[in-house]
T-cell receptor
Framework: AQSVTQPDIHITVSEGASLELRCNYS??????LFWYVQSPGQGLQLLLK??????LVQGIKGFEAEFKRSQSSFNLRKPSVHWSDAAEYFC?????????????FGQGTELSVKP | EAGVAQSPRYKIIEKRQSVAFWCNPISGHATLYWYQQILGQGPKLLIQ????????DSQLPKDRFSAERLKGVDSTLKIQPAKLEDSAVYLC???????????????FGPGTRLTVL
């Protein structure tokens, strides 16, 4: 069965520091991979997605993620965090077979940014 | 382009009462999803529609939850009767659905926060 693990429930970084949020997945083949961000009281917004090809994916707001098949990971990175990046981040996997686009989400990582 | 609309934004009910949520997806999107997000967890799919047909409702508690998508546009999700453990945010999402939703970006509404007392 598909599953997603985000090992860090809460991370605090200083503004301007680099960020890496971890995501590990379990899936029989290469899934579609997504990172979403959720600000308080808001819906989820897509940051980036991996379908195939280049394993380093660029997204919005200066985020990037790297797909590592050998480690079943899809970690999210940002070189310099801004205070407005404080939010909850969700990694998700989607099946490539005929399962209608269903996404399996991790439990999320809450990011706090110190001034 | 208007996003996914949901109402109400907040709802407080007592257990055993019924409640309904409404979702209006992005115009032209064929696929519509309802997710349940319990505090501290990621969203969990309850039901997926392709146009007005159900694609996946394997995790919908059918003894108390029901959903419909009339005319393949708006959708309603109903809970009757509600239990304490139904307290959560209910998110609606839509996607173009050109491949039945597979690989699509899903666009999420702001959600409805339900509190069951």
């Amino acid at each position: 069965a598909q599953s997603v693990t985000q090992p860090d429930i809460h991370i605090t970084v200083s503004e301007g520091a680099s960020l890496e949020l971890r995501c590990n997945y379990s899936y029989g083949a290469t899934p579609y991979l997504f990172w979403y961000v959720q600000s308080p009281g808001q819906g989820l917004q897509l940051l980036l997605k991996y379908f195939s090809g280049d394993t380093l994916v660029q997204g919005i707001k200066g985020f990037e993620a790297e797909f590592k098949r050998s480690q079943s990971s899809f970690n999210l990175r940002k070189p310099s965090v801004h205070w407005s990046d404080a939010a909850e981040y969700f990694c998700a996997v989607g099946a490539r077979d005929n399962q209608g686009g269903k996404l399996i989400f991790g439990q999320g990582t809450e990011l706090s940014v110190k001034p | 382009e208007a996003g996914v609309a949901q109402s109400p934004r907040y709802k407080i009910i007592e257990k055993r009462q019924s409640v309904a949520f409404w979702c209006n997806p992005i115009s032209g999107h064929a696929t519509l999803y309802w997710y349940q997000q319990i505090l501290g967890q990621g969203p969990k799919l309850l039901i997926q529609f392709q146009n007005n047909g159900v694609v996946d409702d394997s995790q919908l508690p059918k003894d108390r939850f029901s959903a419909e998508r009339l005319k393949g546009v708006d959708s309603t999700l109903k809970i009757q009767p509600a239990k304490l453990e139904d307290s959560a945010v209910y998110l609606c999402a839509s996607s173009p659905g050109t491949s039945g939703g597979v690989g699509d970006e899903q666009f999420f509404g702001p959600g409805t926060r339900l509190t069951v007392l």
